[in-house]
């Protein structure tokens, strides 16, 4: 028997494009060119998974989540299944899974505990990958099950991030803006919104691409924390994304001081960013307004997913 432990922050989408098509208009096939242009926040609220592998003549994975039986996890699985498989190996996998995080409400905890999981595989079980390997095989796991787009490459980054062109690791680009000093994110989640009810339906690519690509031009064009959250924030509204409680919420966070907010993608919650000496008016501000709202503030992850001291 081998244990491994590995964490992989959460990522927060704040605007992206769906680039399901090629340049001609013709539907991808390949789950690892499918992917999103976009961007958003890497935290350390993220997934931690200890990996328990054993030898056994057949494969077999069991999945906690928060100490939870998780049948449903079927992205994690799948990605596990295909790195034993892509190795000619057999094992017992045991998984437990912390997340600190909401789950479906645009923290990307599907691609955060996959990676996880499979980077804590890996390392018990000697198996010889690089960490773009690996994301390659979460990245695709996601697409496959409808449970994200991009995130996976995201995370191997870490930061403040701009996927600048789409597919898995080692084929998209990635980017990082400048984060500044001495600010944190604040975080408040009211309820889910699942996101393979989103990504299956056939014509939300049309609906988002036009406005993802407009905001991408106007981060690039001016890379600041300000021009990102204002041009993000304008993605859910012009999205209809946005719902009157998300509204509400990113009113509070602004008027209470920070920099700007946008809405979680896809979920309904919002995250903003403000210097430390003004996180706690903004989350007592939110709190009293929403009392039943989950509100934590957390600073940048800039070094994406680890193993952990075994």
Do not use: W
Not at 271 to 296: C, E, L, T, Y
Request: aromatic share 4%; glycine share 10%.
């Amino acid at each position: 028997m081998r244990v491994s432990e590995a964490f992989c922050p959460a990522g927060i989408s704040s605007f992206f494009e769906v680039c399901n098509v090629d340049s001609s208009g013709t539907p991808l096939t390949n789950p690892a060119r499918i992917g999103a242009r976009g961007g958003g926040f890497a935290i350390p609220r993220g997934a931690t998974s200890r990996a328990i592998v054993r030898k056994s003549a057949e494969t077999t994975i069991k999945i906690k989540i928060n100490s939870k039986p998780a049948p449903e996890a079927h992205t994690t699985r799948s990605a596990i299944e295909q790195l034993l498989k892509t190795q000619g190996i057999t094992l017992d996998v045991a998984i437990d899974l912390k997340v600190a995080c909401p789950i479906a409400a645009g923290f990307g905890t599907s691609a955060a505990g996959t990676l996880a999981s499979c980077l804590a595989v890996s390392d018990a079980a000697d198996i010889p990958v690089t960490l773009n390997e690996l994301g390659r095989i979460t990245h695709v796991a996601d697409v496959v099950n409808h449970t994200g787009l991009g995130t996976a490459a995201a995370l191997l980054t870490g930061g403040f991030v701009l996927v600048t062109e789409p597919g898995a690791p080692g084929i998209g680009l990635v980017d990082r803006l400048l984060f500044p000093e001495k600010h944190s994110i604040i975080c408040a989640y009211i309820g889910p919104i699942p996101t393979s009810e989103t990504l299956v339906k056939a014509d939300v690519g049309m609906s988002v691409n036009a406005s993802a690509k407009r905001t991408m031009d106007a981060v690039r064009q001016n890379s600041t924390l300000s021009t990102f959250l204002a041009e993000s924030r304008k993605f859910g509204r012009e999205t209809g994304f946005e719902t009157t409680t998300v509204t509400r919420l990113i009113s509070i966070m602004v008027s209470s001081g920070a920099t700007g907010a946008a809405q979680n993608m896809i979920g309904e919650a919002v995250h903003g960013v403000a210097s430390d000496r003004k996180v706690g008016r903004i989350m007592q501000s939110v709190k009293k307004a929403f009392p039943a709202a989950k509100v934590f503030a957390v600073p940048i992850d800039n070094r994406g997913v680890r193993l952990l001291g075994n």
